[in-house]
């Protein structure tokens, strides 16, 4: 019996070697807008292939009808990617609570969940009762203090990144001040900015492949990113509750010997009646 397994660069490359120049053919078809799948099997790489969708020309309609700040896409094997390819901790939240859901489960459940922008399954425990989902986060890569354009703290969750300010307004231009920070890291599937006033944040994020920069209404990574850079300095479980414009999110992270061993998100989640949009 063999093994034959797909996906993106980063899980592909936790089982096999991506040579460079194919990984950088991969990156010329993201940067057209496309979808390259890596398949492998038998300890080598067997190919990559680009998937992407014809655009219907009322489609920027459909997607303003629509009205989600991300979207997510569930394959037939359960692995939900976002459009962009990168890791969104709402949107894992989300989806474990609507499997929950769909199965009809009652009471506190845990999941394992492929999604991307990680390259492991991570935990979601809903609790149907309360109406709440919980997500595993990916761990810091590194955490880093910075003094321009503002004093911050950048912190490095894989495919994704935040710089923290603290009292500091919201801005696109401030955004466009700190995107040299970001933009070094090819790796990076998502970067933003986490705009923190005591106990609210208001998170600007932007999407390269997706083309996108918007202030989003909540955002898990980001929350994740300013309980990080609140708790440096301390040992053991650290919480926030950070009021953002969707609504409040929860970030725990756990501190040992100065490393983050464990982080998570949770909140309520609410889910809409079922509808279809063609785009």
Known sequence: QKEIFGGNAAFTGTKVTVP???AQAAAELSAQGKTPLFFGGAGRLLGVIAVA???KEDSPRAIRELQAEQVGFIFPNGHMEMEAGEFCGNASRAYGYLLAKQQGLAGCRSMQLSVSGCDHPITVTVDMDAGT?????PLPKFVKPVDAPATGTLVHLGGIAHLVVQDVPPSREFFA???PLFTADPALDAYGVCFVEGDRMTPLV???EAGTLVFEGSCGSGTLACAVAMSQGREGIFSVSL???AGTVNASV????????AASIGGPVTLSEPFEVTI
């Open 133 to 137: 989902a919980e997500a595993e986060m």
């Open 20 to 22: 460079a120049e194919l």
């Open 53 to 55: 969708d014809t655009i």
């Open 177 to 179: 001040q700190a995107e």
């Open 206 to 208: 932007k999407v390269p």
């Open 254 to 261: 756990t501190r040992q010997d100065g490393a983050v061993i």
């Open 243 to 245: 009021r953002q414009p």
